[in-house]
C-alpha cells in the first residue's frame, strides 16, 4: 500500500483529488492539512511514503516548503502539483528536492501513474518523456537545496529588474515568461527571505 499525504491550502480541490484516489487498491490517503504547519505536525506522526503538494499555498511558497520537509523528512518523497508548465518553476521544484511534478489538469492516469513510479524509486514530470525526465532530474535535484537563501539564476534575474522598479507585468516581458511564473518566483523570494512584500525585495542584494 502507498501512503499518501495532501498539502493544499484549497478545500475543494483536497476532497477532489481524495475522490480521485479513492479507486485506486493500492493507493490510500491517510492525510490531509491545508497549510504546512498541521501538514508538519501530522508527517511526524503518520508513516507516510508520498506527499502530494500544492506549490501554491497562499502566502507560503510551494518551494519553501518543498525544501524544508526534503530536509526535515529525507525518506518523505514529493510531488508537486501545480496549473503553470513554466519551465523555471519546474526546475526550481525540482532543486528543492520534488520527486514529481504534475499539472493539476493531467488527469487520473497520470497522477496515479506519477505517484506508482515514485514509490518505486523513479522520478516523475507529466509533460516529459522518460529521457527528458532523466536528464531534468540528474541536472537540477537538489542542486541548490539547503544552501541558506541562494536564489536560482530565473530568481536573480527577476530580483535585478524589481531593483529597477519594474513591476510583475514588465518583468514578464522583458524575461519573456508567464505573469504566474513571476509571481510564483516572487512569492518565492518572499518567503525565503521572511518579507511581506514585493517592495521589500529591493533590499536584498544577491546576484
Excluded at 524544508?68 to 525518506?75: D, H, L, V
Excluded at 514529493?78 to 488527469?107: C, F, Q, R, T, W
Amino acid at each position: 500500500m502507498i501512503n499518501i499525504y495532501i498539502l493544499d491550502d484549497q478545500p475543494m480541490v483536497l476532497e477532489g483529488i481524495k475522490l480521485l484516489l479513492s479507486s485506486e487498491q493500492d493507493i490510500e490517503c491517510i492525510g490531509q492539512a491545508l497549510n504546512m504547519e498541521d501538514a508538519e505536525t501530522d508527517l511526524k506522526k503518520l508513516n507516510v511514503d508520498i506527499l502530494l503538494l500544492d506549490i501554491n499555498l497562499g502566502k507560503t511558497s510551494g518551494a519553501i516548503v518543498c525544501e524544508k520537509f526534503s530536509k526535515t523528512f529525507p525518506a518523505l518523497k514529493i510531488i508537486a502539483l501545480s496549473m503553470h508548465d513554466e519551465p523555471s518553476i519546474i526546475k526550481l521544484m525540482v532543486k528543492k528536492g520534488a520527486d514529481g511534478y504534475v499539472l493539476k489538469n493531467a488527469g487520473q492516469g497520470v497522477l496515479v501513474n506519477a505517484i506508482r513510479t515514485i514509490a518505486e524509486g523513479g522520478n516523475f514530470l507529466s509533460e516529459n518523456g522518460s529521457k527528458q525526465t532523466e536528464e531534468i532530474f540528474k541536472t537540477y535535484k537538489n542542486q541548490s537545496a539547503f544552501k541558506g537563501s541562494s536564489l536560482s539564476k530565473r530568481e536573480k534575474d527577476i530580483l535585478n529588474l524589481v531593483h529597477k522598479k519594474a513591476n510583475p507585468l514588465e518583468i514578464s516581458q522583458t524575461l519573456s515568461i508567464s505573469r504566474t511564473a513571476v509571481d510564483f518566483h516572487i512569492k518565492n523570494m518572499i518567503s525565503k527571505y521572511n518579507l511581506s512584500s514585493m517592495e521589500e525585495l529591493i533590499n536584498i542584494k544577491e546576484f
